[in-house]
């Protein structure tokens, strides 16, 4: 059994800075697979922030690239990915969730991906 659990979230004022973890425990296609975030805001559909896979080559949505950074860390067989989020806004508020796709992709739409966490809430007061 694969399970993902966010955490990190938090409340922060507008231009200030939050780091996001995600550890997943159990086996997910060795330690290849991609990992990623996604978001939900309040009335809003799920939408991609950022991607990393296994070679490291990472994929950010448009309103957060230059802002947000992902990392990953499979060392220890601890399978972390982390979300570095600078200058934040109100407008980034949601949920922020992570998940895992298949070795080899880079995915922006959440079909693609096959394991999610519960979510961990992000606030930006203005």
């Known amino acids: 059994q694969v399970e993902l659990e966010e955490s990190g979230g938090g409340l922060v004022q507008a231009g200030g800075s939050l780091r996001l973890s995600c550890t997943i425990n159990?086996?997910?296609?060795?330690?290849?697979?991609?990992m990623a975030w996604f978001r939900q805001a309040s009335g809003e559909e799920r939408k991609f922030v950022a991607a990393?896979?296994?070679?490291?080559?990472?994929?950010?949505g448009a309103t957060v690239e230059g802002r947000f950074t992902i990392f990953r860390d499979n060392d220890n067989a601890k399978n972390t990915v982390y979300l570095q989020m600078t200058s934040l806004k109100p407008e980034d508020t949601a949920v922020y969730y992570c998940?895992?796709?298949?070795?080899?992709?880079?995915?922006?739409?959440?079909?693609?991906?096959?394991?999610w966490g519960q979510g961990t809430q992000v606030t930006v007061s203005s």
């Open positions: 159990g086996r997910v296609f060795g330690n290849d697979y991609t």
């Open positions: 998940a895992t796709a298949p070795p080899g992709t880079l995915p922006a739409v959440e079909q693609e991906y096959n394991y």
């Open positions: 990393i896979n296994g070679a490291r080559r990472t994929r950010f």
